[in-house]
């Protein structure tokens, strides 16, 4: 079986080169990962020599569109869905609070949204909101013992009136998949639609949106190796019937509905450098699939196998302190849960354990990741919350020795 090339990996990450950043060993990528070489290098061009108007015809403005199609073909043909069907904007949150306006008109008084308080706020508050106008909002609880969600409870939830389901692909804080297909398939069964907030699994997994069958998927490129620009998903058989919130002359362009600002051109354009990471290191690992997608599907392979080596060792540590909880499964398994481990214990504070981390140079953090309700549902302090080390592929056993050093002198 082959093995993911660590080497081969970090070469492509000038982080790794600048001798302070190399420094740390950078474990809070739950907020925001380093970014390859691909991307940079599009940024610093399309700034440098793009940095205009697009859709004219001279020749700055030329590269800008180019760029920006182009962006948008590679990203289309890593979610398996149309170019169409994507949308640009500044974070998940602001995607999030446009969606839900374009879609209210969608649905009548009493008709029910079914939100979790196990996502991040991105994926709850713009939903919630329509109580106000006349929706009507349930919440799907977690176990408040391990911060995960029951299928077996939504099972009781769902009525004929459901119109829409919104829950993460895998928790900011729990880190635990849940079974989006088997959510899709219940809500699409009372002709409801489901929107997905993908932004914590992302890094970890491939999002196919035709096996997913999910209506909507959020997506932010800055916690993907990309730019920071939100991402989203959305079918376009759903799309055409939502009201549009752009330019009154953006109605009858539904690929213009959702994007009611001005594009960030280069940070469009350079979010493609995120798929040719890819392909570079696929191509180094001997993948050569012909679809963007398998390839995507084979190298994300490799790194769920690294990232498992990655999780065991903190994970056995904190299992072995007996007083320390894991939010989530704790088991180290890339099937099962991403290498996002937030944790917390009653003998020591999330902010001493944090201060302890920081002053060994490991970058992580503390706190609620807004999660407010997630950790109030925990009964845990929303201030100091809990502590997370979030991983990714291009992360070392070595920075998790280094986590595990101070952890088990702190705990």
């Not at 088997?182 to 009372?190: E, L, M």
């Not at 079918?235 to 009858?252: C, D, I, P, T, V």
């Not at 060792?313 to 939010?327: E, I, R, S």
């Not at 201030?383 to 986590?403: K, P």
Request: aromatic share 8%; glycine share 8%; hydrophobic share 45%.
């Amino acid at each position: 079986m082959t093995i993911l090339d660590l080497d081969v990996v970090r070469a492509h990450f000038p982080s790794f080169a600048n001798p302070d950043t190399a420094s740390w060993a950078h474990l809070e990528n739950a907020g925001g990962s380093y970014c390859p070489v691909q991307v940079v290098d599009l940024v610093a061009d399309l700034f440098a020599h793009a940095k205009c108007q697009p859709n004219w015809g001279f020749g700055p403005s030329v590269v800008a569109t180019e760029a920006m199609e182009r962006a948008r073909t590679v990203l289309a043909e890593l979610f398996g869905c149309g170019g169409h069907e994507l949308h640009f904007g500044p974070s998940t949150s602001q995607n999030t609070y446009v969606l839900a306006k374009a879609m209210r008109p969608l649905w009548n008084d009493g008709d029910e949204i079914i939100v979790t308080n196990q996502d991040h706020e991105a994926n709850q508050g713009a939903w919630r909101r329509l109580a106000d106008s006349g929706i009507t909002v349930k919440e799907w609880q977690v176990d408040s013992a391990t911060g995960l969600l029951d299928v077996s409870a939504l099972d009781e939830m769902i009525t004929e009136r459901t119109r829409l389901v919104a829950v993460c692909h895998a928790s900011n804080i729990a880190a635990t998949i849940n079974p989006v297909r088997a959510i899709a398939d219940r809500v699409h069964a009372v002709g409801g639609h489901i929107v997905v907030d993908g932004v914590s699994y992302a890094p970890h997994g491939v999002v196919d949106v035709t096996e997913l069958d999910c209506d909507i998927y959020l997506y932010s490129m800055y916690k993907t190796y990309g730019p920071h620009v939100g991402l989203m998903y959305t079918r376009a058989s759903l799309l055409e019937r939502m009201a549009n919130q752009g330019h009154y002359f953006k109605e009858g362009h539904p690929e213009g509905y959702l994007t009611p600002a001005g594009p960030d051109h280069a940070m469009i354009g350079a979010a493609a450098g995120v798929a040719d990471y890819y392909d570079v290191v696929a191509a180094a690992h001997g993948i050569d699939a012909p679809a963007r997608l398998d390839r995507a599907k084979a190298l994300f392979e490799l790194f769920g196998t690294h990232e498992e080596t990655l999780m065991a060792p903190v994970l056995d540590l904190l299992a072995a302190k007996g007083d320390v909880t894991v939010v989530g499964d704790p088991r180290p398994d890339h099937a099962v849960r991403a290498p996002t481990i937030s944790f917390y214990s009653p003998k020591r504070s999330s902010a001493s354990v944090y201060d302890a981390l920081i002053a060994a140079r490991i970058s992580c953090g503390h706190g609620n990741f807004y999660a407010h309700r997630l950790l109030g549902a925990l009964g845990l302090d929303l201030d100091d919350g809990v502590v997370r080390l979030s991983a990714v592929h291009y992360n070392t056993a070595e920075d998790m020795a280094r986590a595990c050093e101070v952890l088990d002198d702190v705990l």
